[in-house]
């Protein structure tokens, strides 16, 4: 299954470690360079009580402290400098390197036809991922680029400049979003935003050298110094000062160049694959290349003006900043490079610029698709193709996923699907969803509905109902899907916790809950909880699948006796641990495998690493598949708990 996938995401890993040591050596380098200059500076100068005087009464023993001390202190600045960037950008992610870039939050529900094209093209592209739609900020910026920033496809967010999306049609902004989109699946983006934390802490000397340099001769600190008079050694403290701040500018250049090369060894290569995978996405090559090309006639070209564009330019489509002579500094490969990798027949030419007219039509995510229109419609029994076509395209969803998500979101009607774009709409969509068919039961979930959220709310889900009724099955967690992000943005904390206190009490007035229900109510607390409790995104820290052995063992009995008699689900339980390689585990009964379990289980198998879950969900597909047939349900339960383990699954694709 997906093997090239679960190996990209060890590559990145391995990756990581290479990055380690190129920033230590980088660090021995600046420290030694400080620790030398500290030598020098007092074989120049002898610090006394009050005044600076020419050396000549100090020693070795104290000029090798100094220095020394010099070193570890230069050493505690590149720690605490690397410690606290990583600290926030845990806590903000990726929506605050979106927002330090000047980025707008786009809303979901906007009418702007351009925002809109932009909304539809990642909407589709995300839900044939089988990822939540991320957030999208616009950067007011001329140039044409994007980014991908998050550490895992539950919390990534996009940006997108203002050139983008106004200059490139429709199918070369598709290459552009799939492109980040295999950032997203393959860990590039999650190596991405720890670079950024990490090469942080080298950087700020130079930043600490123009710092001093800036505020002591601009803010009056060098005038009181000057007026001291040399007769009291306040020539010597210019000169000091000015020796110090220029010294840490210059040693500080070793952080930069070693940054940049650090940000080109990871990402120049991971820059060529994704592009490929664009083309696997879309299965259009010209739209990338085009998008490419466009960038190098474009006169702004994919340059971004903001101040912190620098730290950030390895997460861009395009190269973003000052490249240094010759591409030295360059973050990524050549555009000729790139665009010839695509379209070796390229004439070399490069097209100009011009802004294109907006997608006309409020559905244009099914623009190009409307003489191929399949049927999502069936019943839960429909005829789906194997799930380990599914499986399979981890990481790689193709064009045809990307085909067949744009009809499920047509096929929902418009009137929910523009609810569910917007916080408010968002809420009522998501209480239909879990309104039970029985119509006792639906009574009693009204009443509770009625009792727990307010009068508007509850008149919109009267009205959404019929339709949300008729949405089809497989169509169920894509539109979730299309919630979050409203939900997402509710306003305040107290929002977010009334929507979760009436969420709840409607899944008590079922006085049931299946394991489907269950596993889209986790996918929902998954996405929207980090968002409003600030947990710390989850790090992968187990890699010996034996160690959860237990855990295990509950979830593939759950997944077993799902709408199983007791002797099918022995055989699907049977299939489920041949391929974990562990058959001495036995089936628990439900007492056992119940919810409360299975939660606990599922939140230690997700830090398991990326090939050790791949096992896990692996056996899930073979305990579903052991009775030679699958359902809508037992697909999008193991799309469910795929999700939780963070390895989104595109759609199961309808066989031919």
């Not at 998050?150 to 940006?159: C, F, N, R, T």
């Not at 596993?519 to 710390?536: A, E, N």
Request: with cysteine; hydrophobic share 45%; glycine share 8%.
């Amino acid at each position: 299954m997906a093997t090239s996938f679960y190996q990209r995401q060890a590559d990145a890993k391995k990756n990581s470690s290479k990055l380690i040591a190129m920033f230590i050596l980088a660090v021995v380098l600046i420290v030694v360079s400080v620790s030398g200059v500290a030598w020098f500076l007092q074989k120049q100068f002898f610090i006394g009580e009050t005044k600076l005087q020419p050396s000549g009464v100090g020693n070795d023993q104290r000029e090798l402290t100094i220095a020394i001390l010099a070193g570890l202190g230069t050493l505690c600045l590149i720690a605490i400098g690397s410690a606290f960037k990583i600290f926030q950008l845990r806590r903000g992610g990726g929506t605050l390197v979106a927002e330090s870039l000047g980025g707008r939050r786009l809303a979901n529900s906007t009418t702007n036809p351009d925002h809109r094209k932009l909304m539809n093209v990642v909407e589709e592209m995300a839900i044939a991922s089988g990822m939540p739609v991320p957030p999208v900020f616009i950067l007011d910026e001329d140039g044409i680029n994007a980014f991908a920033a998050g550490y895992s496809p539950s919390d990534a967010v996009l940006g997108v400049t203002r050139g983008c999306v106004e200059q490139l049609p429709r199918n070369e902004l598709q290459g552009v979003i799939a492109h980040e989109f295999s950032h997203i699946l393959n860990g590039d983006m999650r190596l991405s935003i720890k670079l950024m934390g990490v090469l942080h802490g080298i950087l700020l000397l130079g930043l600490t050298g123009q710092f001093i340099l800036r505020n002591y001769f601009w803010f009056g600190s060098g005038t009181r110094s000057r007026r001291r008079g040399k007769s009291e050694g306040g020539g010597g403290v210019i000169i000091l000062i000015l020796a110090v701040s220029v010294s840490a500018i210059i040693i500080g250049s070793i952080g930069v160049l070693f940054g940049n090369l650090i940000k080109a060894a990871v990402s120049r290569q991971r820059e060529f694959l994704a592009d490929a995978s664009a083309v696997q996405f879309t299965r259009d090559s010209s739209g990338i290349a085009n998008a490419l090309k466009r960038i190098g006639g474009a006169k702004e070209g994919s340059q971004i003006k903001a101040s912190n564009a620098s730290e950030a330019s390895h997460l861009f489509f395009s190269q973003g900043v000052w490249a240094g002579v010759n591409g030295l500094w360059a973050t990524h490969p050549p555009l000729n490079a790139r665009i010839r990798a695509i379209d070796p027949h390229w004439d070399g030419k490069l097209p100009a610029a011009t802004r294109t007219g907006p997608a006309t039509s409020k559905h244009s995510a099914i623009s190009g698709f409307a003489a191929t229109q399949q049927d999502v419609s069936g019943s839960t029994n429909a005829n789906l193709g194997s799930i380990q076509q599914g499986l399979d395209s981890v990481g790689e969803p193709t064009f045809r996923h990307q085909q067949y998500a744009a009809e499920l979101i047509h096929s929902i009607p418009e009137q929910v699907t523009d609810n569910a774009r917007e916080a408010y709409g968002a809420r009522a969509v998501i209480f239909g969803l879990l309104m039970d068919s029985d119509p006792e039961i639906r009574a009693d979930q009204m009443r509770v509905l009625k009792e727990h959220s307010t009068p508007d709310i509850y008149q919109l889900v009267s009205k959404l109902q019929p339709l949300i009724d008729s949405v089809d099955i497989r169509a169920r967690l894509p539109l979730i899907d299309l919630t979050l992000p409203a939900l997402q943005s509710l306003s305040s904390k107290t929002q977010y916790v009334n929507f979760s206190k009436c969420f709840n009490e409607l899944i008590k007035a079922d006085k049931k809950i299946e394991l489907f229900e269950w596993i889209l109510i986790q996918v929902l607390s998954r996405h929207l909880k980090p968002h409003f409790d600030k947990t710390r995104p989850k790090t992968a820290q187990i890699g010996k699948i034996r160690k959860l052995r237990s855990e295990y063992e509950v979830l593939l009995s759950a997944i077993a006796l799902a709408g199983n008699t007791p002797e099918q689900a022995g055989v699907a339980f049977q299939a489920g641990s041949k391929v974990l390689g562990d058959e001495s585990i036995r089936l628990l009964p439900r007492s056992q495998s119940n919810l409360s379990n299975l939660q606990k289980s599922l939140n230690k198998l997700a830090l398991l690493y990326a090939a050790q879950r791949r096992r896990i969900i692996d056996a899930c597909a073979a305990a579903v598949e052991a009775d030679g047939h699958i359902t809508l349900q037992e697909a999008e339960l193991l799309r469910g708990v795929a999700d939780l383990l963070d390895c989104p699954i595109p759609p199961v694709l309808p066989s031919a």
